[in-house]
Each structure stands twice: as structure tokens, then as C-alpha cells.
């Protein structure tokens, strides 16, 4: 490896021996059920590195899933939890409510698009946030069908399995699922057959729509702004637009589903503002909280009052805790511009690894907004899906000192989700480790 370890610092053989100690333990009692990730076990972080418990340092290229875009550890965040933590640790909002709880609320009312009243309730996570969007939507339009993307995924509750495509892991052998759920085509510029033309492809999707389902029938069409687990995908311009507009001329709702691409990361507040899209309801979770559990459902005031008192909720929903930590990370997000610091970070990775696509024959794409980058790999001189290569790569990035996580479908493509706080010292070395990793590997 030519790249210098400045802001990476391995010490030890990767796992380290106290990773392999912890590693035989987590055989032992964590259910296998379990995803096992990286081989090392963390100890602290802070800003845009991970600490093992060997003393090992690696550049976070994966924010916890897209969570902490404030950086690891964000001082802010610490300390309104830490302060939080002595004032109140739960009291549950539908029994003695408080203020953080609405504060949060105002935030998101702020910053999601749309110009007029917006209310929102809060849950624990993105499979929560979901299900309640579904539930409010069909509460709201009295009717029942739900349409969701090719290669989507919305979490792994019985709804959102339903709602997710991708069989193994997420839904082999858990059935049975939950009925009136209808998959369109997304649109995947790379490989399907309306490449760049997303309103043709919306089109076809809504076509599809009209003929499987009927568009009296549908409540909502939800769908990711940029498609996450599913690849990555960034849809062609006038998708998004095209299914908004098709559901709002047929009464069904339209759903954005920022739980991955929402609050910054995609370098808008809202990954859907890149097609112009203002959807009637918002599903938000991860970078929201700036590490603490926190997801939310926002929309239209009249949408979101459709409900019935007590009709949606929870024990823990909106945890005071979890609202400070919120505030704090969306305070941060505002005072140091992160949209522009993640379009930023886009254009720096843009200018190292675009140049991979026809010099590196496995390379077919380097794909995203912002911060929230994907490369999808293929076996050399075809547009077939290369997971294996993925895994070599992986393999030899993390011995390198990179935390970094793949997706798609078929497994076949690389996700950078780096801390938006990210140094551009820090980004270059990780990705110049990467673009060496990438193609040694393509070589072999
Ligand atoms: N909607 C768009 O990306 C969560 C899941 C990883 P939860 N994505 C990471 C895994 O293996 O479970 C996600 C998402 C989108 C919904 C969800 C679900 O969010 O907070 O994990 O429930």
C-alpha cells in the first residue's frame, strides 16, 4: 500500500487479538441471525475515525449506515444528551409531554420541502417511521394498495419486509407477508432500457400502476429518492417528478423515504429536491438523530390529522433524549452548511474515482449526490454483476484501515456514506487507499 497512514493508524494484525476474543464471544451469544460485518469491534470514535478495542484507528466511510453525518461522538450531541440525561430520560409524550418533542417537529416542519403546514409524529427507527406513513396514508385516502419500487427497501418490520424486494436476507422464510403491496420498476439509468429518459420510465411504471392495481385503489406511492440498500441508484431525472405528479393527479399520496438519503447527505436537506418533487409525507431517521434513535413521519397537517387520538405512537417514540440529540445534530447541520459540505465531499470523490470507468474494465459506474456515492462493479467486458470482486475488495479495505459497507441487489456495489464533517486530508487518503484496493484487485 502506497498511501501513508496519517489519519488511519493500524497497530495490529486485522482483527486484532482483543477483536478475535470478542469475536468467539459474539458466536457465542449473539443470535446468528445477526448480520456480521466488519471483523473488529469498536471502541470509540470521534468526528470521522473509529477506534477498535486492539488501538487500531479507521476512516469511517460508512456513518453507521448513514447516521452520524454530524461526525462520531459530535461534541454538541454529546453534551445535550449528556445534559438531557440528568433533566429527563423518559416520561412517554402521550403521557406527559414535552418540549424537545416539539421542537424536533418544528425542525422537520422547517427543513422538509413544501410550503405550507406540515405536522409530524415520532417513532424509533426507519421500519417504524414507515409503517406509520403507510398507516397514516391509508387512514387519510380510505384506500388500501401501497406501490413500492424494484429493489427497494423500507425495513424489516412484516410491513416494510413486504414492502422490501430482496428475498435473502430480509425475508427468506418469514412469511407470510402483508397483502396489497404492488412493485413498479424503478428507474436505473445503467441498466434499464429508458436510461437518462426518467419521464418515460415513470410512465411505464405508472402504466403499470393503472393496469395491476387501478389508480382509485392506491393510497400512496413511496419511494427512495436514491435507491440505498437497493444499489445506490440514482433514478434519471424526471422519475420522481413523474410518479409525484401521476399520484397527485389520481388523489393517491406520494411518500419519500429519506430514512438513508435525507437531512444532508444527499447535498440538499432532501434528496427528492433534486427532481423537484415536494411529496405529501416524509420518512426521516438515522442522520436525523446524530447517533441517538430518533425517525419521524412529516406531512401535510391535514394528512398527518387524518388520524384518530392514540392512533399512532408508541412507549418511546420521540424520547426526550433522542429529541435533544436531534436538535443538536440538525443545529449542527445548519451552522456548518452540510448540504454544501456533502456536495462538496461528492465532487472531491467524483474527481478521484470518476476517472476509474474505462480504465478499470470491472468499474460500470460511479453514482450519487453528495456524500452518498455508490460504485457498481461488473466482471470485465460485460454488464454482469461482480459481488465477488465487492468481496475481495472489502477483504483488503479493512485490513487497510477503511470502515466501508456495500449494496445492491446483487450485492455487486461499493457505498461511501463518510461523516459530512469529514476532512478533505482525510477523505483523499481513504479514497486514494480505496482507488489503489480497486485496481490491484480488478487485475487479479
Ligand atoms: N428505509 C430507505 O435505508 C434502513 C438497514 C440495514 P431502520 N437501511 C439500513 C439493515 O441491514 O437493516 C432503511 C432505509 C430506508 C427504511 C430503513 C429502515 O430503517 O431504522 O433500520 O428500521
Known amino acids: 500500500m502506497s498511501v501513508p497512514q496519517v489519519a488511519r493508524k493500524i497497530v495490529t494484525a486485522i482483527p486484532g487479538p482483543k477483536s478475535q476474543t470478542l469475536e468467539e464471544e459474539h458466536k457465542k451469544y449473539v443470535s446468528a441471525g445477526v448480520g456480521q460485518g466488519m471483523p473488529i469491534f469498536a471502541q470509540s470514535a470521534s468526528g470521522s475515525t473509529i477506534t477498535d478495542v486492539d488501538g487500531n484507528r479507521f476512516i469511517d466511510l460508512a456513518s453507521g449506515i448513514a447516521v452520524t453525518g454530524v461526525g462520531n461522538c ?77 429493489n427497494a427497501f423500507h425495513g424489516r418490520t412484516n410491513l416494510t419486509m413486504a414492502m422490501t424486494t430482496k428475498s435473502m436476507p430480509y425475508k427468506q422464510g418469514f412469511g407470510a407477508f402483508a397483502p396489497d403491496i ?9 441498466r434499464d432500457a ?12 405508472t402504466d403499470k400502476i393503472e393496469l395491476l392495481v387501478g389508480s382509485a385503489n392506491v393510497a400512496a406511492i413511496i419511494a427512495e429518492p436514491i435507491q440505498g440498500e437497493g444499489g445506490f441508484i440514482v433514478p434519471a431525472e424526471g422519475f420522481l417528478s413523474g410518479l409525484a405528479d401521476w399520484a397527485h393527479a389520481h388523489d393517491v399520496l406520494y411518500i419519500s423515504d429519506e430514512i438513508q438519503a435525507g437531512f444532508c447527505r444527499s447535498g440538499k436537506w432532501f434528496a427528492c429536491e433534486y427532481d423537484g418533487v415536494t411529496p405529501d409525507l416524509i ?18 397537517a391535514d394528512i398527518m390529522d387524518a388520524v384518530q387520538p392514540g392512533g399512532i405512537g408508541g412507549t418511546y417514540g420521540g424520547n426526550p433524549v433522542s429529541c435533544v440529540s436531534a436538535l443538536a445534530a440538525v443545529g ?50 460485460t454488464m454482469e454483476p461482480n459481488k465477488e470482486l465487492v468481496g475481495r475488495i472489502t477483504k483488503r479495505t479493512i485490513q487497510e484501515g477503511l470502515i466501508m459497507l456495500t449494496c445492491g441487489i446483487n450485492g455487486n456495489v461499493i457505498r461511501l456514506l463518510p461523516p459530512l464533517v469529514i476532512t478533505d486530508d482525510e477523505l483523499t487518503e481513504a479514497i486514494e487507499v480505496l482507488k489503489e484496493i480497486i485496481i490491484e484487485e480488478s487485475a487479479k
Do not use: W
Not at 429508458?194 to 411504471?205: E, N, R, V
Not at 420518512?283 to 401535510?300: D, E, F
Open 283 to 300: 420518512t426521516t431517521a438515522k442522520a436525523l438523530g446524530g447517533g441517538m434513535p430518533i425517525a419521524a413521519v412529516t406531512g401535510r
Open 332 to 381: 449542527i447541520m445548519e451552522k456548518l452548511d452540510l448540504p454544501a459540505k456533502a456536495a462538496h465531499i461528492g465532487e472531491v470523490v467524483d474527481g478521484l474515482l470518476k476517472p476509474l470507468v474505462g480504465e478499470v474494465p470491472t468499474v460500470a459506474e460511479v453514482r450519487g449526490h453528495g456524500a452518498m456515492i455508490g460504485i457498481e462493479f461488473v466482471k470485465a467486458g
Open 74 to 150: 459530535a461534541p454538541e450531541v454529546v453534551k445535550a444528551v449528556q445534559d438531557e440525561v440528568t433533566k429527563l430520560t423518559h416520561t412517554n409524550f402521550a403521557t406527559t409531554p414535552y418540549e424537545n418533542y416539539i421542537d424536533v417537529c418544528k425542525k422537520l416542519a422547517e427543513h422538509t420541502p413544501g410550503d405550507f403546514p406540515k405536522k409530524s409524529v415520532l417513532v424509533n427507527s426507519g421500519a417504524e417511521a414507515v409503517e406509520n406513513a403507510i398507516k397514516i396514508a391509508r387512514r387519510y385516502t380510505g384506500r388500501s394498495a401501497i406501490v413500492v419500487m424494484e
Open 194 to 205: 429508458f436510461g437518462a429518459d426518467g419521464a418515460a420510465a415513470a410512465k411505464a411504471a
Open 182 to 190: 404492488y412493485r413498479v420498476p424503478f428507474s436505473y439509468p445503467l
